[in-house]
């Protein structure tokens, strides 16, 4: 069982007045503690015009990732495909994989943010069919040679050759979604799929069971990882590691239900910060190893967890703490 954390975004809380530049210095030192203290994985997130500055650049802040690592994986999780022009993503996507020598996973999805679409220009409709041709465009523009693919999309000549090509000839890419069709999407054009934090063990099971029986019914061959995604802290105590995370948590979960909704939210009621809290995996090192496990029960020992331990506004030193004892504490019961 892999066991990876993030998702840096960059958010300012109002009560952060610190400048941009500096919460970037942030990400970049957790990154480097989470390659020191042995962990899996680092990954980023992607939205665009909210006020928090929730983080925009996914490929040049994973390029930055890449500089100050050696080992550990890095990600999207995820990069909001149907925003994007494809020939600029092939490009900047292989790019970072040559950069971290091989080390990177792209990860999409369809977005849902109508202000997003409205100002890219990309009808919102279209979404899921866009998602599925810039595949396609990725395994062309990755291929030798010539593109040889007809975008339905975009109006690029099949006849031309894209560069950087990866050094293996592909950068791994994973979906995200919770959906039928969008596991199924998964399962059957990209390397992994990651289940949302909103799932439950239960929930994740049923469609991992989903992808392993479309991939072995079609015979689609090659190596599949499934992500979980999960919020989380590793403290002293749970009341402890609650009281740390709460703020940052809760300040995430209120920018998503805009996101998703397009409509502001000022605050979340009771019965949803305990739905939130119950979600979420926060404990001393014992408990939190205890929760992953039954993870591990249900799903078996080949899944990578995303662990998400970044909090905006959370202080640095605290996470920095957390992050160390994800990796010395918890993840070698795992392995």
Known sequence: MQLG??????????????????????????????????????????HHFLEDEYLSGTLPTLGAMAAVTDEIEIGSCVALGPLYDPIHLAEDAATVDLLSGGRSTLGLAIGSNPTEFD???????ERAERLADLGSFLDGAWSEGDLGYDSEFHDVPT????????????????????????????????????????????????????????????????????????????GDSREDAWETMRDGYLFIQRRYAEIFSGDPVDSLDEERIQELKEQAIFGTPEQVTEELEDYREALGDDIHFIFRTYHPGTDTEAMTECVTRLGEEVAPNLR
Not at 13 to 40: K, N
């Open 5 to 46: 954390t993030g998702l840096f975004t960059g958010q300012r809380r109002p009560d952060d007045d610190r400048p941009t530049s500096e919460l970037y210095d942030e990400i970049l030192d957790l990154t480097r503690t989470i390659e020191d203290v042995g962990l899996d994985s680092a990954w980023v997130s992607e």
């Open 159 to 234: 006849d031309v050759s894209i560069t950087p090509k990866p050094d293996d000839g592909h950068v791994p890419t994973m979906l995200g979604g919770a959906a039928k069709p969008a596991v199924r999407r998964a399962a059957r054009t990209a390397d992994g799929w990651c289940a949302p934090s909103s799932l439950s063990i239960e929930g994740v099971r049923k469609r991992v069971e989903d992808i392993r029986n479309v991939r072995e019914a079609e015979d689609i061959d090659g190596e599949f990882t499934i992500y979980v995604l999960q919020h989380g802290w590793v």
């Open 119 to 125: 100002v890219f220009g990309v009808p919102l409709e």
